[in-house]
């Protein structure tokens, strides 16, 4: 079946530096590619995505980047804070395009 | 106030009970998820419906079923509950075609 790799299973850095987490996907045909983020104890919390028809989106701090010829896409979350220590997911739509595959999650801790 | 509730929030049952899993939202979202997160296993997929009475199996539906009657209420049956449906089980909610779902807060559902 489809996947969904994410590649880094931890991160760690330093506070103020920047973190970027890698997905690779499988199913040619995925056309959206958002990212959650979970926090201890927590719900999943949307926080940018990305659509095919473009290769780079920000918002405020969160840049993701979408190859479509590697099939990778990538969260960069610059100026890190320790607040942004959490599990972040990607996803990538599949089949109906309502159904999305996810990664198993990136653990980043923030240190001060 | 666009959100999605889970009841209960936390549950004990022993093995052989029934088990319902409540889901509602408030945005008439047509596309309603029921998922399961487990460590090491990230989110896997039970059911997935794409409005009243439109219900498809995700990845995992073996020993699930839902119920999905109104727009805004769609729920998760254990017949016959086992021990290795101890879990954390999300809903979540979009509208139709690649949306970021909506996540409620949870059920961690324990069975003895």
């Known amino acids: 079946g489809e996947k969904v790799e994410q590649h880094e299973s931890t991160l760690s850095v330093r506070e103020g530096d920047s973190a970027v987490i890698n997905c690779t996907y499988t199913d040619t045909a995925s056309s959206y590619f958002p990212w959650y983020k979970q926090e201890a104890g927590k719900s999943l919390h949307f926080v940018i995505d990305?659509?095919?028809n473009v290769d780079r989106k920000q918002s405020q701090r969160l840049i993701v980047l979408l190859d479509k010829k590697a099939k990778r896409f990538s969260l960069h979350i610059t100026a890190t804070q320790p607040e942004d220590s959490a599990i972040y997911f990607c996803?990538?739509?599949?089949?109906?395009?309502?159904?999305?595959?996810w990664g198993l999650g990136t653990s980043l801790v923030v240190n001060p | 106030d666009m959100k999605v509730t889970q009841m209960p929030r936390y549950l004990i049952k022993r093995m052989g009970e029934n088990v319902l899993l409540e889901c509602g939202q408030d945005?008439?979202?047509?596309?309603m998820y029921w998922y399961r997160q487990d460590p090491g296993l990230g989110l896997q997929l039970i059911y997935i419906s794409y409005d009243v009475d439109s219900n498809s199996e995700g990845d995992i539906p073996k020993g699930y079923r839902v119920s999905r009657k109104k727009r805004e209420h769609f729920s998760l049956i254990l017949d016959s509950a086992k021990t290795n449906q101890t879990s954390v089980y999300f809903c979540?909610?979009?509208?139709?075609?690649?949306?970021?779902?909506?996540f409620g807060e949870g059920t961690r559902l324990s069975v003895l």
């Open positions: 990305i659509r095919s």
């Open positions: 979540a909610s979009s509208l139709t075609g690649p949306q970021a779902p909506l």
């Open positions: 945005m008439s979202h047509e596309t």
């Open positions: 996803a990538a739509s599949v089949g109906d395009n309502s159904k999305l595959i």
